[in-house]
């Protein structure tokens, strides 16, 4: 195999004088590619496609694929490509098949995107621009000479793009699902409320029934208020004015608190409902922001308990070093393994494929990941659909502070 000499550029070559200036306008030309980011290159082709030979490749390609331009084979370059995307129609995609076209002049201009593995391993995008090189007598097609473009960051910014473009159309999606839902969501109670207040102005109903509308209209009114309250939650977080309350907030009286909070929902429902409050450790305080955690306890045992028809929904914590980490398990319906990437995006909902429908607006997940990340720790969860879940949280536990708080209240 040769290696690339400048001389080579001369062997097409008849007279001295046409020889000296064709060296000469050849080299400034190289030089003039190389400066515009370009690797020239000049193959003389083998019998067979990878069994050529470069008469001339720019220094570039040292940083563009790891080898010198000494080093640099027609059988190296073969062995690196993964991908090749011709940018003309009548370019096929396989090699072989090219080089016959290109050889009997079918090809005039050779332009591919070229997608290669470097030496180090790492992918690289080339663009290879080529015409061909004909022997001077003959007048035959013996070769190519070309360029060889980095544009790998091209590629990668049109991906990014092109993401990006998906992540809009998605959300755009996402937010037209949100209003169609949240008009539904926020009519149903609002007429649940207009027609039972009707109801209360009738005579002759019975003071059992009033109070039945009463009660009606009270969980209209509450859950309207959620509804509202999650919207302006998101609207703050995507806005980035979310404010952090830190303060000392005592754990087993959090979880007592959430417990008291849905206590009549369980039992409503003829769930058991739960909670594991550390049995040794009489006083858990964690420095974070007291109402985001009663929230975002809230939005998950409020999910546990409205995915799930039979069983139990127990919640709790256990201390690991320098965290708490926090658990709601259900034996409710599970998450289908195809919804679990996205049930933390906001407005997502799994669709049910039973004939039930679930309230809800999809955001109390979103809220949820928002406040832990502010906070400093993590959500994660493990589902199996018909057997339940266990959604999983930590936030940053100091162990000082407890015992600094045990010895002065001693
Ligand atoms: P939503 O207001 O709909 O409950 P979330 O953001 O809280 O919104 O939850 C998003 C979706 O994730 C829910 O609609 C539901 O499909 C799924 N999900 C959340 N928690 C559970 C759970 N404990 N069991 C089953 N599915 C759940």
Redesign the pocket.
Known sequence: MRSAKSSDYLCFCNSKEVEEDFFNSGEQYCQAIENAGGVPFQLIFGPLVGEGYYTKVGEGIRQLLGVTPKEFTEEMYQGMIEDIIPLSDDIPTDQAETREKFINGEIQNFKAEILLRTNWGEKKWVRDSSLPLRDQKTGKVIGSCGIFFDISERKQSMVHLARANEKAEESDRLKTAFLNNLSHEIRTPLNAIVGFSTLLGEPGESPERRKEFLNIITHSTDHLLEILDDIVEISKIETKIVKILIKEVNLNSMLQRVYDRFRAKAAEKSLLLRFDAHINEKEVILRTDSFKLLQLLS?LVG??L??TTYGKVEFGYIIKDDKVEFYVA?T????PKEHQEK?FNTF???ESSSTQR?E???????IAKAYIELLGGNIWFDSHPGEG?VFYFTLPYDRKLNLLDRSTQL
């Open positions: 939005n999910n546990a409205k995915f259900d409710g319906i599970g998450i049930i997502y909902q799994v679930y809800g607006t999809g955001l109390g997940l979103s879940s």
